[in-house]
Nanobody, 120 residues
Framework: QVQLVESGGGLVQAGGSLRLSCTAS????????MRWYRQAPGKQRELVAM???????NYADSVKGRFTISRDNAKNTVYLQMNSLKPEDTAVYYC??????????????WGQGTQVTVSS
């Protein structure tokens, strides 16, 4: 069974940095797109960043210039480097991956989420 496990969340002061990791494990043929979402108190879940299997990236306007998404295909891992963190970045961050368990099928999987809290 496929699992996505996030790590790296925690408490950090405003202006600080944090790196989130998400590793996919289980029966995996290939991973297409990997994404990071977040959901802050009182807000809807939003797409933060995404990276394709070809390495192309996209970011929400609110994090451009501060966050960097990357992936290590050998480790089935996606990272989110978060710099210059602001209190408004406080949220539960979720890893999302579109992957194939066989050469024919593709599905979307979610991690359980990791809490990021930025203090002012």
């Amino acid at each position: 069974q496929v699992q996505l496990v996030e790590s790296g969340g925690g408490l950090v002061q405003a202006g600080g940095s944090l790196r989130l990791s998400c590793t996919a494990s289980g029966s995996i043929f290939s991973i297409n797109v990997m994404r990071w979402y977040r959901q802050a108190p009182g807000k809807q879940r939003e797409l933060v960043a995404m990276v394709s299997n070809g390495g192309s990236t996209n970011y929400a306007d609110s994090v451009k210039g501060r966050f960097t998404i990357s992936r290590d295909n050998a480790k089935n891992t996606v990272y989110l480097q978060m710099n210059s963190l602001k209190p408004e970045d406080t949220a539960v961050y979720y890893c999302n991956a579109e992957l194939s368990r066989t050469i024919w099928d593709a599905r979307t999987y979610w991690g359980q989420g990791t809490q990021v809290t930025v203090s002012s």
